[in-house]
Each structure stands twice: as structure tokens, then as C-alpha cells.
């Protein structure tokens, strides 16, 4: 089975940058699209950024296009989340899985947080 963990929240200041990265164990993790999805508190869970197999086409939610940066080492079987120019709004519990359509379980999560 899959696992997935998320690592490099923390505390940071609006206008600031973090770098998220999730390792994923499974020798299919190549061949499977990821993405980012956060959950902030009393909010649903909610797609962020995708990335495909290979790398080659991303996507992001409105909300953070221009400020957010997806990314993938398949030798490494570890996506990224590049954030800049961080937000309050962006505040959440940040987690991986494949996308658009994740699988039936979820890592732990990271925590991040943007002070005002």
C-alpha cells in the first residue's frame, strides 16, 4: 500500500514562503498524477494544485495561482509545493495524494500557519 508523508509546515509570516514536500513510498508513484489539497479549519478538504505523471502539465485553484508552484521528482517519489507570497487565507492542514481523484486514505498532513 501507499504511504504518504507530508513534511516542511510551520509558522510564517503573510508575504513569506514555505516549501512542502511529501514522500511517497510505492513503486507506482510515477505513474500515478499527485497533487496538494488543505483543509482549514470548519472548511472541507480541497484540491490546491496537480501535477501529471510525468510533470509536464500542472494546474492550480484560483486562489493560489501565481503564488504556488507544484512540482515532482520521480526518482525520488517526492511532489512539492513551492508557496510564496503567503496569505492568512492560506492558513490549513496541507496533504498529498493522487489527483484529481485520491485515494481512500489520506497521510498525516503538515500544519501551516500565516500570521498577519
Known amino acids: 500500500q501507499v504511504q504518504l508523508v507530508e513534511s516542511g509546515g510551520g509558522l510564517v509570516q503573510a508575504g513569506g514562503s514555505l516549501r512542502l514536500s511529501c514522500a511517497a513510498s510505492?513503486?507506482?508513484?510515477?505513474?500515478?498524477?499527485m497533487g496538494w489539497f488543505r483543509q482549514a479549519p470548519g472548511k472541507e478538504r480541497a484540491s490546491v494544485a496537480t501535477?501529471?505523471?510525468?510533470?509536464?502539465?500542472?494546474s492550480y485553484a484560483d486562489s493560489v495561482k501565481g503564488r504556488f508552484t507544484i512540482s515532482r521528482d520521480n526518482a525520488k517519489n517526492t511532489v512539492y509545493l513551492q508557496m510564496n507570497s503567503l496569505k492568512p487565507e492560506d492558513t490549513a492542514v496541507y496533504y498529498c495524494?493522487?489527483?484529481?481523484?485520491?485515494?481512500?486514505?489520506w497521510g498525516q498532513g503538515t500544519q501551516v500557519t500565516v500570521s498577519s
Open positions: 495524494n493522487k489527483a484529481p481523484v485520491p485515494y481512500d486514505f
Open positions: 510505492g513503486r507506482t508513484f510515477s505513474n500515478v498524477p
Open positions: 501535477i501529471s505523471r510525468s510533470g509536464s502539465s500542472t
